[in-house]
């Protein structure tokens, strides 16, 4: 019966430690972690600024720099390249 009074005794000082511990860390580290998962967000901001430039254009399949994304009476999205902008304002599409 001893045992299990000790066993009980340090379990609980082990998990208040481990909280302890969790805190100390996670409030030490949270400055750390917004500035690091900042930058994951620019880097994959980035990315996502830097494809729609590799995108072709929906309209006439050339690579022509940044697409404006226009919406399809259907429901369907388009990139279109600024060639193919006039030929979306002609057909009264809703640029996104
Ligand atoms: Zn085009």
Do not use: W
Not at 40 to 53: E, F, L, V, W, Y
Not at 56 to 62: N, R, Y
């Amino acid at each position: 019966m001893k045992y299990v009074v000790i066993l009980l005794v340090l379990l609980a000082l082990g998990v208040g430690y481990y909280i302890v511990q969790k805190k100390k860390t996670s409030s030490s580290s949270n400055p750390l972690r917004t500035t690091s998962s900042n930058v994951i967000s620019m880097d994959s901001h980035r990315k996502a600024k830097q494809s729609p430039g590799e995108q072709p254009c929906s309209s006439c399949k050339k690579k022509n720099g940044k697409l404006i994304f226009y919406a399809q009476d259907n429901g369907t999205v388009v990139g279109l390249c600024k060639d193919c902008q006039s030929k979306a304002k002609k057909r009264d599409m809703l640029p996104l």
